[in-house]
Nanobody, 124 residues
Framework: QLQLVESGGGLVQPGGSLRVSCAAS????????VGWFRQAPGKEREGVSC????????YYAEFVKGRFTISRDNAKNTVYLQMNSLKPEDTAVYYC?????????????????WGQGTQVTVSS
């Protein structure tokens, strides 16, 4: 059974860094597209970044370009989101998602397997 488990969230000060992880079981994650999404209270879930199968392509939302980096560790069947220069507006629950296609998108309706999310809070 496919399962995605996010971890690594927490409280960080503005300007700080955090790395969140998405560990998969029941699937070889490198074969599938993976996306990171976030949802702040009262807001819709939005796409943050995604990586295509075999890391052939990566995409970032404009509001995280230059600050966030998505990567895979195939030995650990895990996808990471490294977040630097964090801002209070980055506060949200961060979710990873996957779908059995090669190309990734930032559209939440394009994914059919989701993790439970991990809370990231940026505050002084």
């Amino acid at each position: 059974q496919l399962q995605l488990v996010e971890s690594g969230g927490g409280l960080v000060q503005p300007g700080g860094s955090l790395r969140v992880s998405c560990a998969a079981s029941g699937v070889i994650l490198d074969y599938w597209a993976v996306g990171w999404f976030r949802q702040a209270p009262g807001k819709e879930r939005e796409g943050v970044s995604c990586v295509s199968s075999s890391s052939t392509s990566t995409y970032y939302a404009e509001f995280v370009k230059g600050r966030f980096t998505i990567s895979r560790d195939n030995a650990k069947n895990t996808v990471y989101l490294q977040m630097n220069s964090l801002k209070p507006e980055d506060t949200a629950v961060y979710y990873c998602a996957t779908v059995p296609v090669a190309s990734c998108t930032l559209g939440r309706y394009d994914y059919n397997y989701w993790g439970q999310g991990t809370q990231v809070t940026v505050s002084s």
